[in-house]
């Protein structure tokens, strides 16, 4: 119903900046009421939450990335973009667009939670 699919991973020095991108598609009332958020997923460690971003543009980030990252959508699109700057080695991972939303099943109303992943880009910083 939903797919996602992110890109703009690179390999970038220290210091330097990069635009991720994560294109939606399928169920547009669902990308459009959705909550979508960054992951990330460093070697060896566990996958972390990074930025999200709500159906109306209300933005939250991890402590380490304030003021560094920003998270943006665009509905139209169906698009959501994480703008990082003054990367760090300890940004290096693969990173994860996350839709979540819920939808409607049948005329009582019935809800059903709906969470989608796509497969990841690979951003590495050098030192």
């Known amino acids: 119903q939903v797919q996602l699919v992110e890109s703009g991973g690179d390999l970038v020095q220290a210091g330097g900046s990069l635009r991720l991108s994560c294109a939606a598609s399928g169920d547009t009332y669902c990308i459009s009421n959705s909550y979508l958020s960054w992951y990330r997923q460093a070697p060896g460690k566990e996958r972390e939450w990074v930025a999200g971003?709500?159906?109306?543009?209300?933005?939250n980030y991890k402590d380490s990335v304030k003021g560094r990252f920003t998270i943006s959508r665009d509905n139209a699109k169906k698009m959501m973009y994480l703008q990082m700057n003054s990367l760090e080695p300890e940004d290096t991972a693969v990173y994860y667009c996350?839709?979540?939303?819920?939808?409607?099943?049948?005329?009582?109303?019935?809800?059903?939670?709906?969470?989608?992943w796509g497969q990841g880009t690979l951003v590495s910083v050098s030192s």
């Open positions: 996350k839709l979540a939303c819920s939808v409607i099943v049948n005329i009582e109303g019935a809800e059903r939670h709906l969470e989608v």
């Open positions: 971003i709500s159906d109306g543009s209300s933005t």
